[in-house]
C-alpha cells in the first residue's frame, strides 16, 4: 500500500525544535498536564502515598502485548542542575489504566514537594501504538511509587536538557528505557521523516492539547501539523514487523505540536 504524505509548509524551522514525553511545556509553566496540575494547594490525599518500593521483575527479558490503544499516564520527576533538566518517569501501565478520576485530582506542585525535586509534570492521558513492548530485566528491580492511588513503576529516565529548549516540539531527546517496540504486521503507522534521514514513528497519542483526538484522527493528522522545513508526515500499513530496538542505547524521542510522542526509528 502506497503511504500517503503530508509535506511540511515551506518555511524556515526555528534553531531546535522539543521533545521526548511531554515534558517541555509543563517546564514552562504552559498547558502540557491535566488543568487540576496548575493548582499550588497540597492536597495530603493526593500525595500520602508516594513511598518508594522495589519490584523485581522476571529474570531475563519481559513482555507485554495488546497494546495498541491502551491507555496510560506518567508522573515526571524532574531535577535541574546548571539549568540542565533530567527526569525519573514514573509510568501506569500496565499497572492500571490511570483512572480519570485519580488523575484529574493528582497536584503537580505537591507532589514536587512531597519528593523533594525540582518539578514534577503529569503527562496524559496517554494511549499506546505500538503492538507489544520487551523490557530488559534481569535481577534489577523497578521502583515503584504511587500517586493519588494510582500505582506506576519507573519505566525510563530522561535527558531534557537546557530549559531554553524544554517548550520546543521537533527536538529529539534521550530515553533510557532498554526496550524493544514492536508494530505488528498489517497495522497503521504514523511517521515524521526528516530532511536529513531520521525516520520517527508515533508510539502514542496525546489527549492533553485535544481531549478528543482518537486513533482514527491520527491519518489525516499530517494536515494539522505545523513541521519544519522539509518535514513529512505519512501514514504507512505495514507489510513486515517494525521493530525499535533501543536495548543497549537511548531511544531518540520527540514529540511533534499536538502532543504526540515518536521515537526514531533504528537499523534492524
Known sequence: MRPTVVPGPARRPPRRRFAAVAVGLALLGTACRSPSAASSATSASVVASTTTTAVKPTTGTSVAGSMRAKRYCEVLLVHIVNGQASADVYNSYPLNPCPAEQWTK????AIAKAEGVTLAVLNGPR???MDGVEKQGGAATLPK???GGIAMYRQASLAIGPLADAAKPYLPHEV???TVFTFDTGHQVYELTTPDG???VMQTWSQQKDPKLA????AGLGARLH???GWTYRTRTLDAPLRVVTTTTPAEVLQDDLGNSYSQETTP
Open 145 to 147: 511509587k504511587t500517586f
Open 198 to 200: 531520521p525516520t520517527y
Open 176 to 178: 533510557n528505557r532498554a
Open 227 to 229: 513541521l519544519p522545513a
Open 215 to 218: 486513533e482514527a484522527d491520527l
Open 127 to 129: 494511549y499506546w501504538l
Open 106 to 109: 493528582l497536584d503537580a506542585h
